[in-house]
């Protein structure tokens, strides 16, 4: 069975930084692209982030990128997600998803929606 349990959300000001985690089980990493997206209330689902290791690469969303990091944690199946010079408007219910590599996660479609499981999320509000 496979689960996404994502982890680390909560309350920052504006300016700070916080760092999720998205534990997984029931599925090897090397074989899946994992996103991380968002949605805010009132908002469209947002693609955030994707590690794709098996093409060894990232892909950022336009807004979030140069500020949040994508990383996988080896020997631990999790994917983090740091992020750093939160602003208010990145204030989200933050989930992260894995897919297949050959459509999710790559040059062609970015981070991509088309992803099979999916965690329940975590809330990041930044406020002050």
């Known amino acids: 069975q496979v689960q996404l349990v994502e982890s680390g959300g909560g309350l920052v000001q504006p300016g700070g930084s916080l760092r999720l985690s998205c534990a997984t089980s029931g599925i090897n990493l090397d074989y899946y692209a994992i996103g991380w997206f968002r949605q805010a209330p009132g908002k469209e689902r947002e693609g955030g982030a994707c590690i794709n290791v098996s093409r060894r690469s990232t892909y950022y969303g336009a807004s979030v990128k140069d500020r949040f990091t994508i990383s996988r944690d080896y020997g631990k199946n999790t994917v983090s997600l740091q992020m750093n010079a939160l602003k208010s408007d990145d204030t989200a219910d933050y989930s992260c998803?894995?897919?297949?590599?050959?459509?999710?996660?790559?040059?062609?479609?970015?981070?991509?929606?088309?992803?099979?499981?999916w965690g329940q999320g975590t809330q990041v509000t930044v406020s002050s």
């Open positions: 998803a894995a897919g297949s590599p050959l459509y999710v996660c790559t040059e062609v479609a970015g981070v991509g929606y088309e992803y099979d499981y």
